[in-house]
């Protein structure tokens, strides 16, 4: 990554409007929306946040996403369906991405 966003002239890896979080998570909850595994994010075997053993399984279904942080530089999770119940890891620009295209909506991730 990048260095933090503070830094005058510095580029970030990726910026955020809190309005995007918010249409994802109005797709991903319509019963028509594409079912997105974590095998298709690239997320599968990412680390699981407050879990740090366990390993995102590839069949995993996103169901929602959040943000946590500065608004200005915020971490991104995505809330997974699983074994054994509800999952979160980070997602990265390139999973945010693939995330918008499935749903067929057209946000700018990164830089």
Known sequence: MNAHPTEPGVPTTH????NQVTDL???LSNTRAPRIIAAELGVS???????AADRLGAEAVLTRV?????????EVHG??????????????????????????????WGV
């Open 15 to 18: 910026t955020l409007e809190m």
């Open 25 to 27: 998570n109005s797709r």
């Open 45 to 51: 075997d990412a680390g699981l946040i407050g879990h």
């Open 66 to 74: 959040s943000w946590q942080g500065s608004p200005g530089f915020p």
């Open 79 to 108: 809330h997974f369906d699983a074994s054994g119940g509800s999952v979160a890891t980070t997602l990265h620009t390139d999973a945010l991405r693939q995330i918008s295209r499935r749903l067929l909506l057209r946000q700018r």
